[in-house]
């Protein structure tokens, strides 16, 4: 049986691994659109990289012809930080404390009494 080569072009990372490299790219391209839909207000940018990491390999009878190249592809995604809104908090001896009713003011007193709650 003779062997099939192909061209490596986008279109034929379906190809590769029974498409796996292309689902790798699908899933992170996935994940930062869910992101912006869950995030439209920060206006970060996202990023998708999708990298060919190529090492030649020389040929063992001469040194200076190259037998063949093995390639890694790594895919990579970037997205915000995500961050909470500030929380108030008073340094203590044991940590830090903070107002559980309202944590973005320390000072806040609650709206119920103990006993309301």
Request: glycine share 2%.
């Amino acid at each position: 049986m003779a062997i099939q080569e192909m061209n490596l072009t986008f279109k034929s990372l379906e190809s590769l691994y029974d498409g796996r490299i292309a689902m790798l790219l699908k899933r992170h391209m996935a994940m930062v659109a869910q992101d912006c839909i869950n995030r439209p207000s920060d206006k970060t940018k996202r990023k998708v990289t999708l990298e060919f990491c190529f090492q030649p390999i020389p040929n063992p009878d001469d040194a200076s012809d190259c037998d063949r190249v093995d390639c890694e592809v790594e895919c990579k995604s970037k997205l915000p930080v995500y961050r909470s809104r500030p929380i108030q908090m008073r340094p203590h001896n044991s940590g830090f404390i903070f107002n559980q009713d309202f944590p973005e003011d320390i000072n806040q007193q609650s709206l119920f009494n103990e006993d309301e709650k």
